[in-house]
């Protein structure tokens, strides 16, 4: 198929080919490949996944990368264009396709290739309309389009994806598809910037959307409770236990070993995600009980055990370390008890508004226990929150209420004498 630019290509009715597929081979030396419909390796994306984990990356990095690869891939191979003879004509409309295309819509392998008649009824329940406020937790729901985020991190990979290719001299590309910002080609970022000023966020790439700031949301005491009640297993009770005491990252939680859980000192060791350094965070009484009942049950049933072992296993045969994806499915089922839409990471948001509402905890300390590398980060949790805003925003209407139903008595005259009054009607002068 020749290769198709500019107003001839016709994006309103194109679909993205499910063709190609990204895999994880489980080996440390490439933990992830990309495949073309043929099955072969494509090997300049492979060359690339090489270069991120020389670099020192986490291994979770080409897995996401390649998402972004796949899908540009899928793009050219549709439309029959060598990744290396791709051009700026090519990026926008792929930029501009992500942008105004409804998402696949993912089916569970359970439904495939069912009739929606054939569907459980739960499957079919009303749901909010997609990208609307969850009425539970004022979140939007999921939207039917590429969020913002998604394609801004899209674009960032693909960019430095050639980037990295010209550096090279690879094959026959000559020149980068997606080019930066006009006035950035020839600069780097906040090359006149002034020291005594902080340092904007500028947008780098011509085809980069806008993300909107994200405000954290936390948990309110009683609806956690209400997720906590909807749990199934000691072992799930003592990772959200565990997860709103240290404000850890729900997946570095998931690194830790059976050995790392010091019940006299009170801490559990974690695996911080960035730095992959070793640290030891606080936590509370409460969450070693759970894991104790967890333990105790666990070992009747034959999970295996030892300082080294993993501390989370699979409730059911054949015994595997408990992985994200897992634990996320956990949440979230008892998320839809409640009709809500909060994610693990929420539970990181809660825990750090519990420590800065401590006026006897320095954020420093905070910090720390995060592990954030600046202070600065923790500067948007002291924006209010959607409810803040709203409940301070009902005080002050009833109170404007209260004085148009019971105004105030007019002050007295000039020339009385304000002790006199105080005696007179009872009061402070």
Not at 53 to 68: E, I, K, N, Q, V
Request: with cysteine; aromatic share 10%.
């Amino acid at each position: 198929m020749p290769n198709q630019t500019g107003p001839r290509r016709d994006l309103k009715n194109f679909v993205l080919p499910d063709i190609g597929r990204l895999i994880e081979t489980e080996d440390p030396w490439e933990p992830c490949q990309l495949l073309d419909p043929s099955g072969k390796s494509v090997e300049p994306v492979a060359v690339y996944f090489k270069d991120l984990m020389a670099a020192d990356s986490s291994p979770l990095t080409p897995r996401s990368y390649g998402m972004d690869l796949l899908r540009w891939w899928r793009f050219l191979w549709a439309l029959g264009i060598e990744w290396d003879r791709a051009v700026r004509e090519d990026a926008r409309d792929f930029m501009l396709w992500m942008k105004l295309v409804d998402k696949p819509v993912r089916v569970h392998w359970r439904h495939r290739g069912k009739a929606p008649s054939a569907l459980p009824a739960a499957s079919l329940a009303s749901k909010p309309t997609p990208g609307t406020p969850n009425p539970i937790t004022g979140k939007p729901t999921m939207g039917k389009k590429y969020a913002p985020a998604t394609r801004a991190h899209c674009e960032t990979v693909l960019r430095t994806f050639y980037d990295f290719h010209l550096e090279r001299n690879a094959g026959k590309l000559l020149v980068n598809p997606f080019p930066l910002v006009r006035n950035r080609r020839s600069a780097r970022v906040n090359a006149h910037h002034n020291p005594e000023k902080e340092h904007r966020k500028q947008r780098t790439g011509l085809y980069r959307p806008k993300v909107p700031k994200r405000i954290p949301r936390r948990i309110p005491d009683e609806k956690f409770t209400e997720v906590f009640a909807g749990l199934r297993s000691h072992r799930d009770r003592a990772l959200l236990a565990f997860w709103i005491a240290t404000g850890a990252r729900a997946e570095e939680l998931l690194t830790s070993q059976q050995g790392d859980a010091v019940v006299g000192q009170q801490t559990i060791g974690v695996t911080r995600k960035g730095t992959r350094e070793y640290q030891e965070l606080p936590a509370t009484p409460d969450a070693f009980v759970w894991l104790r009942l967890y333990q105790e049950e666990a070992w009747k049933k034959g999970v295996p055990r030892g300082r080294k072992q993993p501390l989370r296993w699979t409730l059911r045969r054949p015994w595997r370390p408990l992985e994200y994806d897992a634990a996320r499915m956990m949440f979230n089922r008892a998320n839809e008890l409640l009709g809500a839409n909060w994610t693990l990471h929420d539970l990181r948001h809660t825990a750090t508004f519990l420590m800065l509402d401590d006026p006897d905890m320095p954020p420093v300390y905070v910090q720390h226990i995060l592990g954030h590398k600046y202070l600065s980060t923790l500067d948007i949790y002291n924006r209010p929150t959607r409810d803040d805003v709203i409940t301070a925003g009902l005080a002050h209407h009833a109170r404007r209420e209260r004085l148009r139903v019971n105004p105030p008595p007019p002050p007295p005259a000039p020339g009385y004498n304000p002790a006199s009054l105080a005696n007179l009607f009872g009061g402070q002068p």
